[in-house]
């Protein structure tokens, strides 16, 4: 790429092409910058791919050419001779610097995050971190003021967050705090759409996305969660056993009654049965008397009562006089016992 300039003409001008670029003379600075923007074609392949700096070049040379490109989900702030003009949309549009028009900015219409972390204390003196999402964007029809009226979007935001924040939660207990994480955040929202609208921005959605207290006091608080989940299993295991024991013993009580119903049934089919026993054996053998029916009867229960303790290897017994005497003696016992308890009766 070559320029040539006639010294001897001020007014004379330079032709465009592949080789040569012209400018108005008088503009030197114009020059310069025309001469930077086109490459050297002629060793550019064909077919090759523009990169970044070919495509800034491009916009260079538009900007030259007085066109200026917005993007998407973008305006751009025109002004003239220093002084706000008007907001251009997305699109291409004429920018007639040699008329004093210039390009002041560009302003992004998308969503934008912010999340700002406060500290501050709660009614029961603990100190907590608040973090604090806030999702904004610029207004369209107020794209002015939102350049022009604010040099820090983002400080300005973030003064009002710890305002609000440090005003609500001193007024909460730790709990409360958790529980009226919504509230809270309606709070900050509340306080920012008021304030950031007047500045052109719109506030989208606030969030308080996490409250962390101290690490000491985090830990004691799960203890106390712990401590409380303990009692609350031993009372259920206390009441467990009690209802346990009370079956238990409702069980046994039942089975002892079952049991004593059993051996009163026991005790009167044996009755039931020595009173037939002893009436068929007076009626069979004369001579005899209910006396000796009942001596042989008792005898017979006895040599019964010495096998079974015989034939069981782990029964408690106790062990009396085996004699025939001695069945005798316990026979005379037993039926002295029933005379007197008979003569008691009758007095």
Known sequence: MSSQTDSQNPDSRVGISTDEVSVESSSSFVEVAALNILPNMEERPYGEVLTIEDLDCMRDMGNLLCCVQVDQST????????????????GCHCLPWFLGSQLAGHLSLRLQQLDVRCETKTK??????????????????????????????????????????????????????????????KAVEDELEKAMSAYGYEIVQTLIVDIEPDEHVKRAMNEINATARMRLAANDKA???????????????????????????????????????????????????????????LVTQYFDTMKEIGASSKSSAVFIPHGPGAVRDVATQIRDGL?????HNQS
């Not at 003009?85 to 997305?90: C, F, K, Q, R, S």
């Not at 005379?339 to 003569?343: G, K």
């Open 239 to 297: 009441e467990a056993e009690k209802i346990l024991q009370i079956k238990r013993a409702e069980g046994e009580a039942e089975a002892k009654y079952l049991a004593g119903m059993g051996i009163a049934r026991q005790r009167q089919a044996i009755v039931d049965g020595l009173r037939d026993s002893v009436l068929g054996f007076s009626v069979n053998v004369p001579g005899t008397t209910a006396k000796d029916v009942m001596d042989m009867v």
């Open 339 to 343: 005379l007197q308890a008979s003569q």
């Open 124 to 185: 029961d003196n603990v100190f907590v971190n608040v973090v604090a999402s806030i999702q904004y964007r610029a207004i369209s029809d107020k794209a002015s003021d939102a350049f022009y009226k604010l040099s820090n979007t983002r400080s300005q935001i973030q003064a009002y967050v710890f305002d609000v924040i440090r005003a609500s939660v001193p007024k909460l207990y730790l709990d409360d705090a958790f529980e009226q994480k919504n509230d809270i955040a």
């Open 75 to 90: 305006v751009a702030i025109k002004e003239r001779f220093g002084k706000f003009d008007e907001v251009l949309e997305p």
